[in-house]
């Protein structure tokens, strides 16, 4: 167990009367409990919550006016993720596949699994079905894409980056939800809050689903899995932004912290043989 | 009211042992009543029956061994769809629309309606807000893209079709839902049978949501809306596949009818001021 | 007749020797007459001299160290452009295009015209064939796209900006080009440097060849065309970049400068009816 | 040497007035002398020659009526191709590269160079520059695509191929042409006819330059190199189709043919150690 404190601070300049949506705070569950939290803006909003995606993730709304937003949000976390070995982690057959993970097989903006195919059946297609071909798709992608902040934009696509070899860590996970869906593997995308993450920022990471549950996969090697905390999952990072609006309005200032209180978490290596889920 | 009978015939070759997931059922909901129904497969095979998507639509599931594999399906529908003036009908702000339809503005595979922003709102955002912009829209499409059977794949995507300028009706739909999404109206594919549409096939159509419901949408003006039987509805036609399996089989016949007991439906037609809703 | 004071700085941090070939040189040209020029280096390398492209303008190359290279050039031009009545300017018919021009039909790495087609002709096809036809692509360009710096990249296309309509110099001149071969009428990019450019840069046109010889066209309105002093010609902006090399170097500073001694020049507008060529 | 018979056939329907350029003519030069020849159409018409490209191959004009056009088209050629060792062949430096092949290494239509610089130099930086260099990009296409004939169009690019993993052998060079270009090896595109290609049609190679000349790759293997009739080079096929027209015509049927008349030629294999040029 980890007492994770996390947060952010985002300022926008606001021209016109803009409608915001943000999904920032963190999600309640069985692994990940929220001990306190925060939520404000300056100036003061009614802000709305409402609730999003295959967990129902909040998500807050707030109407602004023209002039400044700035939205503070904060909150202590205690993190239990299900750590299990990754041998005993088999495959689900896609014949067995229960229907509500079925939407993570089809392709979506950033992740075209569907232009991949050959490609991922010819390099993957001989590892072990199960959690071994998956982490063989992550270790593919970080050895095969340097991390490069600011390299690509909003509109890279997973084979954008095949192509390119390099990105971000939104590109490094839409590449390999991208290979593992190929293969018939529901895959989905993670937005979050990752301690140790430097330059700090919000990470996204893959959710593979194996053996009846979804688990945690980092492409990027940045952070420690298990200091990750979960906002919510969508289909890639076009379900996640931590804002969307309708109107006009420009980010200014975007802060983002996450720590972990007792500095005992380190970062993931391709030798762990731990699985970890935040089921 | 109207009785429809509609149906289909797919034929696959079977390789090697193939997971299938078929989506060619029709929706059974309140404006669209199933009166009888038939689903059986040759050779006999168990076929397990799980639900999906936004509306819960029905998918049929077949796990098919080397061989032949030919699925039979067909209905009789009570058709009573909903139509309002269209007059009536204003926009949905983005600040009051329920988190369930927020999916439906997100870009995704074959619609990248960030991509489109700016010429949506030069072209469309003088048209006033509510269905007369949808309209619009669905008008955009079908002066400006020719209708060309075979002309485009399954990986052409909306912004595709706006720089060729042709495709086929899953074209039509793309295109004019990434115009919606991306003027901040959530719109939807829906999958369905369609009277009179010539030649027979599946048909495509969009839904916006307007004024607190989904109405259709045919940018192709090849088959009446009031004829339009619904499958179930996705973000795009990556949701909606006829049929999408794991494994290694071809389609080598596909056969599809829906006809219209009476003979009284006729052709949308622009001079149309009744939107209709499936609701 | 102007005379016109054009140059330019480049400063690189060279880390691996670099072997570069630089285009900024003036071409002399029977309308563009060189009355002094300097091109030198710091620190000071043997630069070869060599001659590329359809008009023969010279390149610059230079094998340089690790450290830094600075690339000084300025030259005084006289320069009398041809301008003729634009009525008088009718079309070449494909039939009688000299086979020199054909390469200027064909679709280049940033000049997708083959995909423009339908648009080109639907848009286009009842404009009379000549110079009001590329004066009609021109304008269309200029109406349809905005100007903003920095918001498009090296890889972006001519069908890239059709979709998200806006972009810089260069795009907008891709964009001119693939409309007019899209339409069988040869056009060339030519690179140069413009009086009266805000901010100052390097500037990219259009010439499309009509009767006989090519014209200058320039979409983006921002600068007088008959102040403009060329550089050299090529398919698309992937033949004339200011600068291209094999090795490791980035450019830290890029300074470009271009007036014309009496201040006469202004900038162009739609109203103008003379054609511009520097034959 | 050999003695190889090349021709083909083609029939348009023209709907309206046709302005054909074709390319189909055995380029004459030291090593692949034409010793009888015949260009006929019916209806018979007046055929234009031109001169085009790098090598100044010829283009034959036709301007046709409405109705149909057939064009024939034969060739025997005493084929003299230069072999020599492979391992004498060395890089030719960037830094000292003649101004004529610089064209080459610019990004093309067919051949995003610009875009696989990163994999080239991660996949090829280590093997040694020159033929070996060459000889490994080949091979690599070799075996990362699958020949697939139907399976790309004429949109096709190097990095949609990269992606798919299949293409015909247009798409096999220009990936192939692309790497080349990346890792600052002039690369172009080679049309002719190919003894022994099954099924027959145009062939589609690369030519790379390397110390001081230009010498011939396959990436198909479908063909013996040195069987391979030049009709022309150019960037990539955007270049060198073997009809281009404007107007309105439609190709009925294509037939083309090459063969050896001693039928000692055999397909290439990657054993082989000789580097063959058409010089």
Sequence with gaps: MSIIEVGCRLEYRVEFETSFIFQVSVLDSKHQKITSESLTSDPQ????????????????????????????????????????????????????LPSTVLEFLNPSRYCESDKLEQFAWDTFGSTPNGHARVQAVADWVYHHLRYSPGSTGPQTTACDVFVCRFGVCRDFAHL????????????????????????????????????????????????????????????????????????????????????DADGKLVPTSKTDNIAVSLG
């Design 176 to 259: 390999a939800i991208t290979l593992c869906r190929a293969l018939g593997i529901p895959a989905r995308y993670v937005a979050g809050y990752a301690v140790n993450l430097v330059p700090q920022d919000f990470h996204g990471l893959v959710e593979a689903y194996l053996d009846g549950a979804w688990y945690l996969f980092d492409a990027t090697r940045l952070a420690p899995v298990n200091g990750f905390i979960r906002i919510g999952v969508g289909r890639d990072a076009a379900d996640m932004s931590f804002s969307t609006f309708v109107g006009n309005s420009m980010l200014n200032h975007l802060y983002v912290w996450a720590s």
């Design 45 to 96: 909003h009614e802000i709305e919550i409402g609730q999003l995606g295959h967990l129902g993730h909040r998500i807050h709304r707030v109407l602004a006016q023209p002039g400044w937003l700035n939205l503070y949000y904060s909150a202590t976390v205690s993190n239990t993720p299900v750590s299990i070995p990754t041998n005993s982690l088999g495959a689900s057959l896609h014949s067995t």
